[in-house]
Every structure is written in C-alpha cells, then in structure tokens.
C-alpha cells in the first residue's frame, strides 16, 4: 500500500513541477470531501495542488425556492411531507421542515418505498415525497411513482429536486471564471451512471476526469492519476473503482430513470440555471407531480442570509471566507446547507479546522 | 446522502429482499438489479440494490462508514 501512495505522491509532485502554477482539482463528492478530511489527506498534497469542493451533495445544491415550498407544503393540513433524514434542517424563509415536525406533517423516510407505504396508510392525506439527490436515488423515485401508477395510489405525489451531475460540471465549466484542471468523479454515482458518461466532460472541456472510490488509498490514487493526465496534457476517463463501477453502468436504473423521467433545465443554489440539469417527471406520471398538483412556482428565490454556500459549492471561496462561517453560522445552527449536511464543505471544514486546532 | 451500503441479501422473494449489514437488518428491492440471488452482497441506495459487490470491497466500506459515522458523530462545539 505504502508503494502506491508514494507512486501516486510521485505523480502528484511531477504535475505541479510540469505545470509551473497551480493545479485545482475538483472532487465533485461530499462523501470524497468528508474522507478527505477525516483521512488527513489535505496536508499530505504538495503546496501547489488545491482540492475544490463540488456541487456533490445533493442538500447542499437544492435550491432555496424548493426548500420555501416544502415549508409551505408542510402546513398544509391535508398533506404529509415524507423527507430522507438530510433535509430536515435546511433553513428556508420560515424555519426548517425539523421545526414543523412537531405539527406531524413530517415524516422521516429511509426509501420511496416507505413513502408510497405512507400514502397508502393514510389515504385522506396527499403524501408529498422530497425526491432529492443525484442519479442514485432517482431510481428508487422513478420504481415508487410506476408503482403508484400501476396500484392507482393517487394520494402519492414528488416533489422533485432530482439532479443530474454531469450537466452540473458542464455548467461549473461553463463559467468564465472558473478555476478546475480536473474532477474527482463520484463513486455511488458511478456505478449508475457508468464512468462512459464523463466522455462529455473530457472531450467537450478537455478536462480530465477519474471516477474514484471513497477510501483513502483510492482518492491519493486517484488523485495521481489525474495528475499524471495532467502532465503528460492528456484528458480522458478513468475509473479505478473496479470493484463496482462499470462502463456503461447500471442499465437497469437508467431504463426506469428514462421511463419516468426527462431531463429539464433547473435551477441549482450557487450555480444558477443549468440546462437540462434537473430530471422532471414526464407527461405520463404528471399526475404525480406535486408542482402541478400544487401550483408551485419555480422561480429561484432570493436568499437573504449572507450565506456563500453558492460560492463555496462553485470551488470559488473556502467556507473561512464566508464571514458567517464558525460565527453565526455552526452545525449547531447552521445558516446554510452548506453546514447542514454532514456531507457539507462547511461542516467538513468547521470540523477538520476544530481537529486541526486540537 | 450518496453513500451505498453494502450488504447481503439474507431473505428474497420476488423484488422484496431482507439484507444484512454486521448484523443490522433492513429491507431492500433488487429492481434495480434483478440479477441479484440470495446470498449476494450488493451495494444498497436509498433502499435499493444498485450492484453487485465483492467480499473485500464491501469490508473497506464498512470501515469507511464506520469512519465517515464517528465523524459526524464528533460533538459539533468548538472547544475553549
Ligand atoms: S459558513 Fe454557513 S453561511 Fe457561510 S457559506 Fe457556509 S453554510 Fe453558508
Ligand atoms: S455520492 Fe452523490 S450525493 Fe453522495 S455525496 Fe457523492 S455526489 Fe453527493
């Protein structure tokens, strides 16, 4: 083990020395953030080479508007709001769903399934399930609402916030200021998606891109791989998470995404209007679509707190450049999601800055 | 929230699995992965199974999410 790490130390040090400036590479994983941090790899990585964090959690890159409009379905008293444990603490404009749980409209699931179970129980209540996250969990969403349409569960409807992560690094790429060489690629997500579908990435921006697993040795590899892309100035895909990520991916989820699901442009925190970034019921289920059984508004809201959480998801600033940032804004009482989600940049680096202070 | 389980089918009928992770137990759907037989360790998202996975990768994560746990888990209070 202590061979590949000094290997892919070797790679690391030969970029940096090739390049002669900085190299910003981007791990687009909360989870990649957090095993960063808590394996000590940061102070191990020559001066020059700067990780960035990405857009990786799924809390974190929800948009204020939907948040608003779950509160705001949540006081409703003919419906339920059926949520996976990582929303509940994300401040919108009137407090978070965590403190309207004590009006029991909030119910905390471990599946879609459960919240389809939900709809089922109580029959006088329309079930609203927070479908958030990237293409891991819009499978199980896609399997709930076919199952809903074929058992005429009609008190069953989503609210989705379902992105997508590659149309979200050609939106990062998009912009003019933008500082990344490269992405640490997402694992889980992977293993949907297949590691083929970061070609985009590579051919249309020339960046290179490696799919890594979350255990330490596998981002320092990864890491050295990337970089030895760098200095010989090649940009392609590489996966080495073998164990369980392939090329084309899990066909399967992608089929039922594809049945259930189009993609649609929408609206992400920090990184604005991305085209065809979020996944959108189609036409066929719309009836499970709580944005039209509701009426809700898309528009982006306007977030007044002073949080930078959108800089921070974009690599732009660290959390400590927030002014908010161990002041007013802590895991305790975070201010944004950024430091709500265990998965978050600020909360990972609030507590890396506490160990480090040790 | 993206972080996969692994985890091995213990109980399977039809796309309804029971699946055991160190002795926790919970239930699970193979839809997505409908190859998946009893016996199988798979990855587990969001109360699905997305792969297959092999004995030695599902002990590294294991260890990851015991990590990743302790790391949530450290008090959130900036100390002195
Ligand atoms: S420290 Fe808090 S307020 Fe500042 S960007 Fe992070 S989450 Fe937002
Ligand atoms: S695996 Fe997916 S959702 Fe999870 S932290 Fe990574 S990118 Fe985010």
Same mark, same amino acid.
């Not at chain 1, 687009?28 to 001066?47: A, E, Q």
């Not at chain 1, 949540?74 to 509940?88: F, Q, S």
């Given at each position: 083990?202590? *061979?590949?790490?000094?290997?892919?130390?070797?790679?690391?040090?030969?970029?940096?020395?090739?390049?002669?400036?900085?190299?910003?590479?981007?791990?687009?994983?909360?989870?990649?953030?957090?095993?960063?941090?808590?394996?000590?790899?940061?102070?191990?990585?020559?001066?020059?080479?700067?990780?960035?964090?990405?857009?990786?959690?799924? =809390? +974190?890159?929800?948009?204020?508007?939907?948040?608003?409009?779950?509160?705001?379905?949540?006081?409703?008293?003919? +419906?339920?709001?059926?949520?996976?444990?990582?929303?509940?603490?994300?401040?919108?404009?009137?407090?978070?769903?965590?403190?309207?749980?004590?009006?029991?409209?909030?119910?905390?699931?471990?599946?879609?399934?459960?919240?389809?179970?939900?709809?089922?129980?109580?029959?006088?209540?329309?079930?609203?399930?927070?479908?958030?996250?990237?293409?891991?969990?819009?499978?199980?969403?896609?399997?709930?609402?076919? $199952?809903?349409?074929?058992?005429? =569960?009609?008190?069953?409807?989503?609210?989705?916030?379902?992105?997508?992560?590659?149309?979200?690094?050609?939106?990062?790429?998009?912009?003019?200021?933008?500082?990344?060489?490269?992405?640490?690629?997402?694992?889980?997500?992977?293993?949907?998606?297949?590691?083929?579908?970061?070609?985009?990435?590579? $051919?249309?921006?020339?960046?290179?891109?490696?799919?890594?697993?979350? !255990?330490?040795?596998?981002?320092?590899?990864?890491?050295?791989?990337?970089?030895?892309?760098?200095?010989?100035?090649?940009?392609?895909?590489?996966?080495?998470?073998?164990?369980?990520?392939?090329?084309?991916?899990?066909?399967?989820?992608?089929?039922?995404?594809?049945?259930?699901?189009?993609?649609?442009?929408?609206?992400?925190?920090?990184?604005?209007?991305?085209?065809?970034?979020?996944?959108?019921?189609?036409?066929?289920?719309?009836?499970?679509?709580? =944005?039209?059984?509701?009426?809700?508004?898309?528009?982006?809201?306007?977030?007044?707190?002073?949080?930078?959480?959108? *800089?921070?998801?974009?690599?732009?600033?660290?959390?400590?450049? +927030?002014?908010?940032?161990?002041?007013?804004?802590?895991?305790?009482?975070?201010?944004?999601?950024?430091?709500?989600?265990? !998965?978050?940049?600020?909360?990972?680096?609030?507590?890396?800055?506490? $160990?480090?202070?040790? | 929230?993206?972080?996969?389980?692994?985890?091995?089918?213990?109980?399977?009928?039809?796309?309804?699995?029971?699946?055991?992770?160190?002795?926790?137990?919970?239930?699970?759907?193979?839809?997505?992965?409908?190859?998946?037989?009893?016996?199988?360790?798979?990855?587990?998202?969001?109360?699905?199974?997305?792969?297959?996975?092999?004995?030695?990768?599902?002990?590294?994560?294991?260890?990851?999410?015991?990590?990743?746990?302790?790391?949530?888990?450290?008090?959130?209070?900036?100390?002195?």
């Amino acid at each position: 083990m202590l *061979e590949q790490i000094y290997k892919a130390q070797r790679l690391m040090d030969a970029a940096c020395e090739k390049m002669g400036r900085p190299i910003n590479i981007m791990e687009v994983c909360g989870t990649h953030t957090v095993s960063i941090f808590r394996n000590g790899i940061r102070p191990t990585l020559p001066k020059r080479l700067k990780l960035l964090s990405g857009p990786g959690c799924p =809390v +974190c890159v929800t948009d204020q508007s939907y948040i608003d409009s779950l509160l705001e379905l949540a006081d409703r008293d003919d +419906c339920l709001i059926a949520t996976y444990g990582d929303m509940v603490r994300v401040p919108g404009k009137s407090g978070s769903l965590e403190t309207k749980q004590s009006s029991t409209n909030v119910k905390i699931v471990l599946s879609s399934e459960d919240a389809l179970q939900l709809a089922k129980d109580n029959p006088d209540k329309t079930v609203v399930f927070v479908a958030v996250g990237f293409e891991t969990t819009a499978p199980a969403t896609a399997v709930a609402v076919k $199952e809903a349409a074929a058992e005429g =569960v009609d008190n069953f409807c989503i609210l989705s916030g379902h992105k997508l992560v590659v149309p979200a690094m050609r939106g990062l790429l998009s912009e003019k200021n933008h500082n990344i060489d490269a992405f640490l690629c997402p694992g889980h997500v992977s293993v949907i998606i297949g590691f083929g579908a970061f070609a985009e990435i590579v $051919e249309g921006f020339g960046r290179p891109c490696v799919v890594a697993g979350f !255990e330490p040795l596998q981002i320092i590899e990864g890491l050295g791989a990337i970089c030895q892309q760098l200095a010989e100035g090649k940009a392609t895909v590489q996966s080495i998470y073998t164990a369980v990520v392939t090329k084309q991916g899990n066909t399967t989820a992608q089929k039922i995404i594809g049945e259930c699901f189009e993609a649609a442009d929408g609206y992400w925190r920090g990184l604005g209007l991305i085209e065809k970034s979020t996944l959108k019921l189609k036409d066929k289920y719309s009836r499970f679509d709580a =944005v039209r059984r509701f009426d809700i508004s898309e528009m982006p809201a306007e977030d007044k707190s002073g949080c930078r959480c959108g *800089e921070v998801l974009c690599g732009l600033i660290k959390p400590p450049e +927030c002014k908010l940032f161990e002041k007013t804004c802590t895991p305790d009482s975070a201010v944004g999601p950024c430091m709500v989600s265990s !998965e978050g940049t600020c909360a990972a680096w609030f507590k890396y800055g506490r $160990e480090r202070r040790r | 929230m993206c972080l996969a389980i692994p985890a091995r089918i213990v109980e399977l009928e039809g796309d309804r699995a029971v699946v055991d992770a160190m002795g926790n137990r919970w239930k699970a759907k193979t839809t997505l992965l409908p190859d998946a037989k009893l016996g199988d360790l798979v990855l587990i998202h969001a109360g699905f199974a997305i792969s297959l996975v092999d004995e030695e990768e599902a002990k590294k994560t294991w260890q990851l999410i015991a990590e990743i746990n302790d790391f949530r888990d450290t008090p959130n209070k900036v100390s002195g």
